[in-house]
């Protein structure tokens, strides 16, 4: 049910070139299998510990000094939703994905655990047969592994007292003949001071907004600190998510900030004060139909290797609003949104980007920002006062 690789020594502070400490956590050993040799496989990682339940995976973390760990939810003894907060009493830096199945259950779970400090979270495939063979799976498990490594590393800190960076195997065999070579992790680069845009003197009557890692804990903050009823504007949102997650997503703003929230549907009329959240696996649009602005989904290619894409409902949004648009692009991983910013600022529309000290993974308002067409680059709290000063001036 357990492994712990290595030999026991003293912690230290990693280093760039060190492989990020994951570990595993799911009651299926098969899965946990499966999953360790996927990241295994990449000399960036080193899974130093596999347990099968919430409670083993409490005291392993006690031992060692592990930097993400993937998170089952359904498990005996103790789930993943309970293991959560103790995991993060131990180590508050520590990043957590949680995995889950596509179910309703599940994902609203999954959505509880982001509220309560999981960093991010990926659809587990039902089977061990689609994990083993799901290219897909294993690209968004490195990706988000490697990210949230990266986030853990920003900051110096002090190793926790009596945790070793590798373990013991049940046999007392080490997992790996020898420590692996990576190249080092890099966060998004920008030198020097930021160039700023004027923001465009029009009122917005669309408010669009992209977001990926981090993004649901962002949007909670962001509109429920916008008082339902106050801007008159329809509000689009991209966050990148599978489906049955995005419907709980929608549920879940709805509780939050008292706005009118729900997941798209194609040919719908767009109305004001309302909240319109792109599917899982769907690319949300805006098509003009008379005097009417409608949404279109589509299963268009990817793009960004993202489906939904924050690029095609931000072309899309300039096309049918022109100048009169605000976007807003969140905390996330890659640089979705940049490309359609560019289209949003062409047209005379204005772009905010969340700031690199508030962000989760500072990529997608990265990118943004280092591309020069955001009007602003502001942290977390104080977007909601940004939005609400351009929406509502006459």
Known sequence: MVFESGTSRPSTTASAADPIRVMVVDDSAVVRGLITRMLEEDSGFSVVASVGNGQMAVAALERHDIEVIILDIEMPVMDGLTALPKLLKVDPDLQIIIASTLTLKNADISMRALEAGAADYIPKPT????????????????????????????????????????????????????????????????????????????????????????????????????????????????????????TILAEHISRISGWAAAEGKDGEVIQGNRIYIAPG????????????????????????????????????????????????????????????????????????????ASSVVWGMPGAAATAGICSAVLPLPEIPQYIMRLASRR
């Open 127 to 246: 089977s061990s047969r689609e994990i083993s063979g799901g290219a897909d799976f294993k690209q968004e498990l490195i990706g988000k592994v490697r990210a949230l490594g990266a986030v853990r590393r920003r900051s110096v800190r002090k190793p926790r007292p009596g945790v070793s960076t590798v373990g013991l195997a049940a046999s007392g065999t080490p997992l790996s003949s020898a420590p692996p070579v990576r190249t080092p992790v890099q966060i998004h680069p920008h030198a020097g001071p930021l160039s700023l845009r004027q923001a465009s003197a029009e009122t917005p009557d669309v408010i669009a907004i992209g977001s990926s890692t981090g993004g649901p804990q962002a949007l909670f903050a962001v509109l429920g600190a916008i008082k339902a009823g106050s801007l008159k504007q329809p509000i689009l949102i991209t966050q990148h998510m599978p489906p049955t997650f995005t």
């Open 281 to 356: 696996d769907f690319h949300m649009v805006v098509e003009v139909r008379g005097t009417d602005k409608v949404i279109r989904l589509n299963k268009n290619p990817p793009e960004n290797f993202c489906r939904p894409s924050v690029d095609p409902m931000l072309r899309s949004i300039s096309a049918a609003w022109g100048r009169r648009v605000l976007t807003v692009i969140l905390t996330g991983m890659g640089s979705d949104g940049m490309k359609g910013g560019q289209v949003v600022v062409g047209a005379g529309g204005t772009v905010v980007a969340q700031d690199e």
